[in-house]
């Protein structure tokens, strides 16, 4: 079950980390974000960020299995601070996603990394306490249309 | 995963008819593919309009699927959302596969799932 709560420009929420949980943690995000008021743009950028980040866990960290994943998001005047913290296993993003694979080699995979990189801004990766703490953010914009 | 399957002239036509196509469909969806394909038709055309959200395990997907069905038989795409036609260009699989803007007429259909 995703565990939800926000507070004002804030929003915390846990889950299970299985694929099935991530997509209804994405949509949590989505409404939230869309409430207020973020443009379009900036939300399917960091929907995919997150599916990105998210399903990296459940599959590599977790080894297709699902375990406890939180995601705090703080939202500012210009950018979108997110931090993802699990008990999966560790993790080295420095050596991850700096190029994406040759569009010859038709490669499946590979490509995760090199998105959440491409579309996110200071990404840091700590190990602590047996917990890997990822942080990045986002630049966003308010939509100056109504809904 | 639903999806619905047509001719286009020569073209077999898979539409998918889900909002998602992500790590939670990305195996269901090569099985879709490998299925759907045992019936006529070359250009396949994937007609991903319906599709408003693609990650990179349903891109991985999409590029099995074309590997799979090999030279002989391109597979092209069709309908564009904004946030598809966005990760298609900063992977670089526009220069990949052949892309079209709008979704071909169906000449006869059959919906699945």
């Known amino acids: 079950m995703t565990d939800l709560k926000t507070f004002g420009s804030r929003l915390e929420l846990e889950c299970q980390g299985s694929l099935c949980e991530i997509r209804e943690a994405l949509e949590h995000v989505a409404v939230y974000l869309r409430a207020r008021r973020i443009k379009r743009e900036w939300i399917e950028d960091l929907n995919l960020v997150l599916a990105e980040a998210l399903s990296n866990i459940a599959r590599h960290g977790y080894r297709d299995g699902s375990g406890w994943i939180k995601l705090e998001l703080d939202l500012g005047e210009t950018s979108l601070d997110c931090e993802i913290t699990d008990l999966g296993a560790k993790f080295d993003p420095s050596i991850l996603g700096r190029s994406t694979p040759s569009p010859t080699e038709l490669a499946e995979g590979g490509y995760g990394w090199f998105i959440i990189r491409s579309l996110t801004r200071t990404l840091k990766y700590l190990h602590e306490d047996g917990r890997n703490i990822l942080r990045f953010s986002i630049p966003v914009a308010v939509s100056g249309e109504a809904g | ?113």
Do not use: C
């Open chain 2, 1 to 113: 995963m639903q999806f619905t399957l047509g001719r286009a002239g020569d073209a077999l036509v898979i539409a998918v008819e889900e909002t998602r196509l992500d790590a939670a469909l990305a195996l269901t969806f090569k099985d879709m593919v490998r299925e759907s394909t045992t019936q006529e038709g070359s250009p396949v055309i994937l007609d991903l309009s319906k599709v408003e959200f693609l990650d990179s395990s349903g891109l991985g997907a999409i590029v099995g699927a074309m590997k799979l069905l090999g030279p002989e038989r391109p597979l092209e795409i069709a309908g564009l959302t904004s946030g598809v036609r966005k990760l298609f260009r900063l992977t670089r699989m526009d220069t990949v596969f052949k892309i079209h803007d709008r979704a071909p007429v169906i000449d006869s259909m059959k919906a699945a799932e």
